[in-house]
């Protein structure tokens, strides 16, 4: 480790930095009010405990800026089983988050153009074509990202990440472990997660030699612990939607997701979704909904349009559109029960091979009859997303079945979660138009 | 020219099924194929098939999905794959991943589905995997047909296999004293998808025999990607008087396994795909897939690489621009392009394969 880093890193991130970003949230958590162009007349102000979810972000990527020859850096894929990196010290950066950040700050596409320069065509991952741009360009709007000294590529979520960590592998020249899971067309057979748990075992070396240091077996135990508990609280959050009117929107969800992503296995997680659980359930005991006046309760499948999701949360408030359940946000809770603390490895093998990514079309139809079920919903947005190709095939069965045997309004929406090139601001108005008189 | 007499696919079902054999349709790209001959089942592939209407698979998939996959649904969909006894989906990549999945779960096909879930990456533990994969898979196709083969009947196939992939590798090193089109050698070579392996054999130890002494004196050039579809390309690769002198393609050459070693089959089997020819799809690292390619280029003294790309087939975009920087350092040249297998090729690829030859005819 290098004196020099280690103190500039105490210093900018841990002492300055720090209090810095913590003074800024107890101002704005004690002024709190929703900002200027909030639409009031549709909407309940966003979620006072938002505040939290930015000063976990803003202390997240500031540490980054500076924690290079501090601690050592993992950059991993948001399905990644990060448990034991977190327990040897890594510091872990999720490139698809930052994706999404540049997606949200409608930077992504600039950034994309750094890659398809290069040679990456248009019609590969989004998320992929922003962060090989940030890695060829370093442009990034939180300042910096850190050189990773280990990748770990999952393929839970799709096949995509294992080219795309490849291309980080030989740009980095970097070890990347590559934690195979098999796809779960049924049940995973036993053969499946024996396979996964050696991969997970294998890792432990690799990844202690990157760290250079041993791992203490409780606090990998401490770190499932943390890591089921604030999953528990997020499925929490989400079931809470069960509520008329729905206390958040998805729309909330896919921005206070950022810490159950990137920050699961701290204790700050916990305490951050424990108060957001404390307002939510203040707002149902007053009957607040995020939308003023929820007349119709939909669903959302696949990935966030990033750059849209004002437009898209506006323009359905507006219709007293309430999108109150998701696929994709449910994939960071619907897990935690499987969890078990005391066989973290067992369990993290079993675990990681059932995100909704990696199993079958038939099961992902079945969460979304369920969510109808269960939210009380009357329709669904199935986002058909050109850079999402395992969580889009199956969504013209999945819309028909629903449309057809459960008599659900449902809308195939083709965009793409990062690119705005996919995006036509008045024909989806005119889908979503002609969606909603479907539910009418 | 050779005067070579290969059956159609529709021939060999048809010829295949009087003998009492059962007919396995196998979707791209890696699987056993001596798994299932052990069974007495005959694997017939299904690469697209190129210049299909696919407006019924339009039905199912998005317009994003590349025209293989696309093919491949309409195909079955058209009541093509009717005849077929079982239908088998390998786990190649999410797009397929997802066919599988669609037949399983909504079209629910009359005959036996079989999945098969490939590893990625080379070592001892996805051995294990997909032994253990290939395990499941037998206790499936036994139910199916009644019966077990024992392993000394497996063993045999296997054999078979691998005496095949070592006369398909000598008549790859022959390529340059065949007196055969690029399209005609293909033609050849890609009846391995549907013939059964007697007759395979056959066609190539005919063809060998004419093998003369002097090398072709034309330009090489290695082919990557998926498959060589639609063909018009050989063809007009070998109009700028250059041809095809080897391959780096998914539906060939990345199929060519080596012998494997453990004298368990399963283990065997699974040995020849996890240790086989770097593929995108299996995650190969780029200087596996670089010195693969190149050694390919040294072999054959090609003079240059193109990159046939069906579009929308994300591991092949993945690799191409390091892959084509490495090639340049290197000091070979490559050519990137892309298609759609149920188009005819473009008059501006067509210009710009032409460009690309006579460039490196210039240089070399």
């Known amino acids: 480790m290098d004196v020099k880093d280690k103190i500039k890193y105490i210093f900018s991130y841990k002492i300055a930095g720090k209090l810095l970003i913590e003074l800024n949230t107890k101002k704005a958590f004690k002024n709190f009010k929703p900002p200027k162009n909030w639409r009031t007349d549709i909407l309940a102000p966003p979620l006072r405990t938002g505040v939290y979810t930015k000063e976990i972000i803003a202390k997240h990527y500031l540490e980054g800026r500076y924690v290079s020859g501090v601690k050592p850096v993992a950059w991993v894929t948001s399905g990644a089983p990060i448990e034991i990196l977190k327990a040897l010290g890594f510091y872990i950066l999720y490139p698809e988050n930052h994706g999404a950040l540049c997606g949200a700050r409608k930077v992504a596409l600039e950034i994309s153009e750094e890659a398809e320069k290069k040679g990456y065509s248009i019609d590969i991952c989004s998320y992929a074509r922003t962060d090989i741009g940030a890695t060829l360009s370093k442009k990034t709007p939180v300042g910096k990202l850190p050189k990773p000294d280990l990748l770990l590529c999952c393929t839970n979520i799709c096949q995509t990440v294992l080219y795309w960590y490849r291309v980080l592998a030989e740009y980095y020249k970097v070890p990347l472990i590559v934690i195979d899971t098999p796809f779960v067309y049924d049940e995973a057979k036993k053969h499946d997660i024996e396979y996964v748990k050696k991969q997970l075992e294998a890792s432990i070396e690799v990844s202690e030699k990157v760290a250079g240091k041993s791992l203490s077996f409780s606090k990998l135990k401490e770190v499932v612990r943390l890591s089921k508990m604030a999953a528990e609280l997020w499925l929490e959050i989400m079931n809470a939607n069960k509520n008329k009117p729905a206390p958040i929107s998805v729309f909330d969800q896919f921005i206070h997701m950022a810490p159950i992503v990137e920050k699961r296995g701290d204790p700050e997680t916990v305490d951050f979704y424990s108060k957001m659980l404390d307002e939510i359930r203040e707002r149902i005991k007053n009957g607040i909904g995020a939308v003023k006046n929820e007349r119709k309760r939909v669903l959302w499948d696949n990935l966030p349009i990033w750059y849209k999701i004002r437009f898209l949360s506006e323009f359905l408030a507006e219709n007293g559109v309430s999108v109150v359940a998701s696929t994709y946000t449910n994939a960071w809770g619907e897990l935690a029960p499987m969890m078990d603390i005391e066989r973290p490895i067992e369990s993290m093998a079993k675990t990681y091979v059932y995100p909704i990514l990696n199993r079958g079309t038939g099961h992902k139809l079945k969460t979304m009859e369920t969510m109808v079920k269960e939210f009380d919903l009357d329709g669904a947005i199935l986002h058909s997303d050109r850079s999402c190709k395992p969580y889009s095939v199956g969504q013209m069965d999945q819309r028909l079945k629903l449309l057809n045997e459960l008599g659900v309004a449902a809308l195939l929406l083709e965009a793409d979660h990062n690119d705005p090139r996919a995006f036509a601001d008045e024909q989806i108005k005119s889908r979503l138009k002609a969606f909603m008189e479907m539910m009418d | ?364």
């Open chain 2, 1 to 364: 020219m050779l005067h070579v007499k290969i059956p159609t696919r529709k021939e060999v079902i048809e010829e295949e099924k009087s003998k009492g054999k059962r007919i396995a349709a196998v979707y791209p790209i890696h699987y056993s194929r001596e798994l299932f001959r052990a069974f007495n089942i005959q694997p017939v592939e299904v690469w697209g098939p190129p210049k299909t209407d696919t407006r019924k698979a339009n039905a199912h998939l998005q317009s994003y999905i590349c025209s293989v996959v696309q093919s491949g649904l309409s195909f079955y969909l058209e009541g093509y794959l009717d005849i077929v006894d079982l239908i088998v989906v390998p786990h190649s990549c999410d797009s397929l991943q997802g066919l599988g999945s669609i037949f399983k779960d909504f079209i629910k096909p009359k005959q036996e589905l079989v999945t098969i879930y490939l590893p990625r990456e080379k070592n001892k533990e996805n051995v294990e995997f997909l032994a253990n994969e290939l395990k499941r898979i037998y206790k499936q196709l036994s139910q199916l047909c009644g019966f077990e083969p024992d392993n000394e009947r497996l063993m045999e196939e296997i054999k078979t296999e691998e005496e095949i992939d070592t006369l398909v590798l000598k008549f790859y090193k022959s390529r340059g004293n065949l007196p055969l089109s690029s399209r005609e050698f293909y033609t050849i070579l890609r009846s391995r998808e549907y013939l059964p392996p007697d007759k395979f054999k056959s066609i190539l130890e005919y063809a060998l025999l004419h093998a003369s002494k002097g090398k072709l004196k034309k330009t090489g050039i290695v082919l990557s990607g998926l498959l060589p579809e639609p063909m018009d390309i050989l063809d007009v690769i070998d109009d700028m008087d250059a041809f095809v002198a080897i391959d780096d393609m998914a539906c060939c050459m990345r199929r060519v396994y080596e012998e494997g070693n453990s004298s368990d089959p399963f283990e065997r089997m699974a040995e020849r795909i996890v240790n086989g020819p770097p593929d995108p799809t299996k995650g190969n690292s780029f200087d596996e897939r670089f010195e693969f390619i190149k050694s390919l280029v040294d072999l054959t003294s090609a003079k240059g690489v193109i990159f046939y790309n069906v579009k929308f087939c994300e591991p092949e975009y993945f690799y191409h621009p390091i892959l084509k920087e490495k090639l340049g350092k290197a000091q070979i040249r490559s050519l990137i392009i892309e298609n759609d297998i149920n188009e005819p090729l473009p008059q501006q690829t067509i210009t710009r394969i032409k460009a690309f030859i006579e460039m490196i005819r210039e240089l070399s």
